[in-house]
């Protein structure tokens, strides 16, 4: 906030950021946990964001299809929600790797976890995000999480699990690894659970109840 307030020309309050803060209180988004599956498919990999610029999903394509150039065995799910048009990094993946795509689309809640609880490595390359609730998911279920180190992963992740933001060589490189070694363990996102986050969040509503308004 105090970096965007400083590209402001005037009429900015003495000490608004101070104050500010000190009335607030940050309440993360909960979310319920996945279970693992039974067996898990550590060569699966999970794309389960949004096919659009700020998850730079070109980034992920690229990656993907440097590996299977390389002969690095993998399987991919790709889901999340697209635009109507069909996103090029998509269709890419869709016309060189058709045998590796294992699941393509939106799918029912249920299949949707049950695919999160058999995967084994998750990737994000976002330019943007507040949370990353489909990373926190898919390792709520035991996925391993390759995420940038940048915006709200290095708060989530370990360094084992980040790679340097921006580097798509250092994506290759760790995917690589993963998947023709041994993966890191699973990363414990217990305190994004619902159970977890319910006191805080009891507490916030409970100092600050919500009164309803009858409409005009």
């Avoid at 500010?20 to 946990?33: E, F, Q, R």
């Avoid at 990999?45 to 690095?72: I, Q, S, T, Y």
């Amino acid at each position: 906030m105090a970096g965007l307030l400083e590209q402001m020309p005037d009429a900015v309050p003495a000490g608004i950021v101070e104050r500010l803060g000190a009335k607030s209180t940050i309440c993360p988004v909960p979310i319920d946990p996945v279970p693992a599956a039974a067996q898990r498919d550590p060569g699966l990999v999970l794309w389960n964001h949004r096919w659009e610029h700020d998850k730079a999903p070109e980034r992920f394509a690229e990656a993907m299809l440097e590996l299977a150039g390389e002969g690095v065995p993998f399987r991919l799910a790709l889901l999340g929600k697209r635009p109507r048009r069909v996103p090029p990094a998509l269709a890419r993946l869709r016309e060189a790797l058709p045998e590796r795509i294992v699941a393509d689309g939106r799918l029912p809640l249920d299949e949707y976890r049950a695919l999160l609880g058999r995967a084994g490595i998750a990737v994000s390359t976002a330019r943007h995000e507040f949370q990353g609730l489909a990373m926190l998911e898919a390792a709520s279920a035991g996925v391993r999480p390759l995420v940038p180190d940048a915006l709200c992963y290095p708060e989530q992740y370990p360094p084992g699990c980040r790679y340097p933001e921006d580097d798509s060589q250092a994506l290759v490189a760790r995917l690589r690894d993963w998947l023709t070694g041994e993966p890191p363990p699973p990363v414990d996102v217990s305190r994004w659970y619902s159970d977890a986050l319910a006191p805080a969040w009891a507490d916030v509503l409970r100092q600050n109840p919500i009164v309803w308004r009858e409409p005009y």
